[in-house]
């Protein structure tokens, strides 16, 4: 069965099936993932690393918010060497059936990561990490990844590296997160 996904409602759909995003469920413990405001401003920063990892982005076309954040994510990839796999690639859990989208994957320093790129720090992060490095490993075959990471791209076009330590931890706490989403929306 093939996964799709609707970009407008950000609703994901296996068959005629919904499947609750990962940024949904955290929603129920994140209001800052609620915020059109946010939520846009991530969109247009994931864009434009996306293109820029692609090779496909006219620098002069992008907005004055957008340009530092942009420069961090060069610096990190300058800095580090990390040359993504994958690239803001949709899949699903196929046990715990969540949808996700997952910014990239790839080798750093000799093992395979995860990498999520942020502008803020949230205390849900390492539950989104973690429920992205579970949807990897479940695949079939599965995608091999050791560590998850965040990269915070800064006004000041620096970044920060933070990397999630608990993964399998904070994986059973985002199932109990979406248990009770799931739960909350049958009422």
């Not at 995003?21 to 969109?43: C, I, M, N």
């Not at 080798?107 to 502008?119: E, Q």
């Not at 608990?166 to 739960?183: E, S």
């Amino acid at each position: 069965m093939n996964l799709a996904f609707d970009p407008e409602k950000h609703e994901y759909r296996l068959g005629e099936r919904r499947l609750v995003s990962v940024t949904q469920a955290l929603s129920l413990v994140d209001d800052r993932r609620k915020d059109p405001y946010f939520l846009q401003r991530g969109r247009f920063i994931h864009l434009a690393c996306e293109l820029w990892d692609k090779g496909e982005l006219s620098e002069e076309t992008l907005d004055s918010a957008i340009l530092p954040r942009l420069e961090a994510w060069k610096s990190f990839r300058a800095d580090t060497g990390f040359t993504p796999r994958l690239i803001e690639q949709r899949l699903f859990h196929p046990t715990y059936l969540y949808g996700m989208t997952l910014d990239r994957q790839g080798p750093l320093n000799g093992a395979d990561v995860l990498i999520d790129i942020k502008s803020f720090p949230s205390p849900v992060d390492a539950l989104q990490n973690a429920a992205y490095w579970a949807g990897l490993l479940a695949q079939d075959p599965p995608i091999p990844t050791k560590k998850a990471f965040d990269v915070y791209l800064k006004d000041n076009g620096k970044y920060s590296l933070v990397e999630t330590k608990f993964l399998r931890r904070d994986f059973l706490t985002f199932l109990a997160i979406l248990t009770a989403y799931r739960w909350k929306e049958k009422l």
